[in-house]
Structure formats: structure tokens, C-alpha cells
């Protein structure tokens, strides 16, 4: 959007009245009206009444202690990986009023004469299985383990009923290769696209919110225990593909807000992105929604009902990733944007001089 332009009889020449509304925008008083109705109306409305940008410090320290807490349960909980990356040894018996984690622990600890590496109920009703982690145990040893379980639980339990497989730790290792891989070609691919697609400064803004994504996601997974397994991996890089999708769009707002920025006073580079973003919240709301409630029954149905645990790591990503990539989109790349611009001096002069003009305005 241009400003509106007065030509001079003499000269021909086009000179700009920066003290007009560019069109279709807002006038000061339409944009206080709109600060004192609802909550939902202001949302919907999307004309800036929301202050995202202006308390962009407190989101500041809101997002620094969210990473510090991620990144002290990474450091001093650590990770939970599955079997497919560390190898080992994994027994599988059905579960049942007597058969429960606790009393499977000391079946095989007894029998091993060590405790296993973890035991833990997968799915629910007649599906619920009891999934009994080692490492790797050669075929005496899962034998003993076996015939101690059909002995504990017999004869409701027989050893027909234990089943057993092995992960060898080279295809542990192997695996785990191929996720850094992975998750590096996927970084360097976002990168390349982000640096052609934006400026400096948003390109730097766009990957500061990718990080925060990635260690939050990594983070919570840690928190919460649950197992890193290749579903795990999948997920983690479709959220950030959507994290990504998210921040673009609201980038494309701020730039097709600023274009003209630095030629009219009534509106500084912040103001305009903040416009930018609440014009776009309400997208981001429904596109979040829409994605959490099929993820939601993702869980509900496969892994409540069906008891499949793999779906059960993939929906879990998935959950916390959309949450957080949405949160980083809409109140940590923009407001960094900001403040890296800010550090421009063509806009930090332009800030100055339409805060000095509407100082003049008031007085």
C-alpha cells in the first residue's frame, strides 16, 4: 500500500504526504475504538489490538525459562530410547489382574539376577500387553526368563504365550546415524529455503524460533519419559516442517505490512508487525485446532483402545510440536524480528521521528 501523493505545479515532481493513511488503514481513533471491545471481537478482528509485539520482553523471559528448564531435564534427566537405538532385548507377555508391571519386574529380575532396563504397559482391555526391556540376552538366559514367567503366572499364562526379540546394537547404532542424518539435511534444507526466501533479519528471527521448537519438543519428551523411537524421529521433523509453515505466513503478513514502512509517520516497523500478527492470530488459532483434534484422536482411539505403542510416541510429538510451533511463530520470531530491525538505523530514525511526531500531536 502507497501513500497518498501531491504533485506541485512547478516541478512536476511527486512529493509524499507521510502524514496520510496508507489505504484501507486504520485511522488512530478507529484503532482505540477497537482496543475496548471484547476479547473474541478484538480476535477475530485482527486490527492490532493485542500488544504482542510492544511486551515483546516479557515473552523474552516466559521463552527463556521454557528452554531453561528443557534444556536442565535434557542435561540431568536425559532421553529414554527405545530398544531400535540402543539394542537389546524385548519379552512381551499379555497382561492381566495378576500379571502387572511390578510382579513381572521381580519375576525377571529373579531370574536374571539383575533388573531389567525397563517395564511398562502398552495399551489397554484384553489388548494390554506387559513389554519387559534387557539387554541383549543370549537364548538360555531368555529361556530361564520365559519358563520363570509361565511358572509365576501358570496356568493362565503359558510360555507359548511370551514372546521375545533381539535389536542388535550395531543396527542400534545404525539407526541412530540415520536420525542425525536425517534431522541435519532436514536443518541445512529449511535453512537454505529461508535464507532465499527472507532478509537477513528474518531469516536469523525464523531460526531462532526453529531452535526454540526443537529444544522445547525435545525437551518435553524428556520430561514426560517416554521413549525415543524412530516414530519419535518422524514426528519431530513433521513439526518442525510445520513450525516452519507457521512462521512463514506470519511473515508474509509483516513484510506485505512494512513495504512502505520508512514513508509514512503514523505507524513505526513495530506497530506494523504487531498489525501483521494479529492479523494473522486467529489463522494460527484455527490451523492449531484443526491439527491438535485429529492428533488428539490419534491418541485416543490407536493407543487408548487399540493399545499400539508406536502411535502413541508419534502422537505425542505431535501434540507438544504444534502447541509449541505456533507459540514460537506468533510470540517469539516476530518480536525478535523486531528487535533485530530495530537495530536498523533507517528504522530505528523512523521510530524516533513518528514517536516525536505524535508527541508534538498530543502537546
Known amino acids: 500500500m502507497s501513500d497518498r501523493q501531491n504533485t506541485e505545479p512547478a516541478t512536476g515532481t511527486a512529493v509524499q ?17 477497537d482496543t475496548e471491545r471484547g476479547f473474541l471481537s478484538r480476535l477475530y478482528s485482527g486490527t492490532g489490538a493485542f500488544d504482542i509485539v510492544g511486551k515483546r520482553r516479557n515473552w523474552y523471559v516466559i521463552s527463556a525459562v521454557i528452554m531453561l528448564i528443557c534444556i536442565l531435564s535434557m542435561v540431568f ?6 530398544i531400535d537405538f540402543e539394542g537389546g532385548t ?9 500379571v502387572t508391571t511390578s510382579a513381572v519386574e521381580d519375576v525377571v529380575s529373579e531370574a536374571l539376577g539383575s533388573d531389567p532396563d525397563s517395564v511398562q504397559k502398552a495399551g489397554s482391555g484384553t489388548a494390554a500387553t506387559i513389554q519387559v526391556r534387557t539387554d541383549h540376552l543370549d537364548q538360555a538366559q531368555t529361556n530361564a526368563v520365559t519358563e520363570a514367567l509361565a511358572d509365576e503366572f501358570g496356568p493362565g499364562l503359558k510360555a507359548a504365550d511370551v514372546s521375545s526379540s533381539d535389536v542388535s546394537s550395531t543396527w542400534g547404532s545404525e539407526i541412530t546415524r540415520k536420525m542425525v542424518i536425517a534431522l541435519v539435511v532436514f536443518l541445512v534444507v529449511v535453512f537454505v529455503y529461508i535464507a532465499i526466501r527472507f532478509d537477513r533479519e528474518m531469516s536469523l528471527a525464523a531460526l531462532v524460533s526453529l531452535l526454540f521448537d526443537l529444544v522445547v519438543t525435545a525437551g518435553v519428551y524428556s520430561l514426560v519419559g517416554f521413549e525415543v523411537t524412530p516414530a519419535t524421529v518422524i514426528g519431530l521433523l513433521t513439526i518442525l516442517g510445520f513450525s516452519v509453515y507457521d512462521t512463514v505466513v506470519v511473515f508474509d503478513k509483516v513484510e506485505e505490512n512494512t513495504r512502505s514502512v520508512l514513508v509514512t509517520s503514523r505507524r513505526t516497523y513495530a506497530e506494523q508487525t504487531n ?15 484443526i491439527s491438535v483434534l485429529p492428533i488428539i484422536a490419534l491418541m485416543v482411539v490407536a493407543v487408548w483402545m487399540l ?16 502447541v509449541v510451533g505456533t507459540y514460537s511463530s506468533v510470540f517469539l520470531a516476530s518480536p525478535f524480528l523486531v528487535t533485530l530491525k530495530e537495530r536498523n538505523k533507517e528504522i530505528a530514525a523512523h ?11 498530543a502537546a
Do not use: C, H
Request: hydrophobic share 40%; charged share 25%.
Open 351 to 361: 521510530t524516533r521521528k513518528v514517536l516525536a511526531r505524535r508527541e508534538r500531536s
Open 17 to 33: 504526504d507521510t502524514d496520510a493513511a496508507p489505504t484501507g488503514e486504520w485511522s488512530d481513533a478507529d484503532y482505540r475504538a
Open 307 to 322: 493399545g499400539v505403542g508406536t502411535l502413541k510416541d508419534l502422537a505425542l510429538i505431535q501434540l507438544v510440536g504444534v
Open 90 to 98: 524385548e519379552i512381551s507377555l499379555p497382561a492381566s489382574s495378576t
Open 275 to 289: 498489525l501483521a500478527v494479529n492479523q494473522t492470530l486467529m489463522r494460527s488459532i484455527n490451523t492449531t485446532v
Open 77 to 82: 534427566r536425559g532421553f529414554t530410547f527405545g
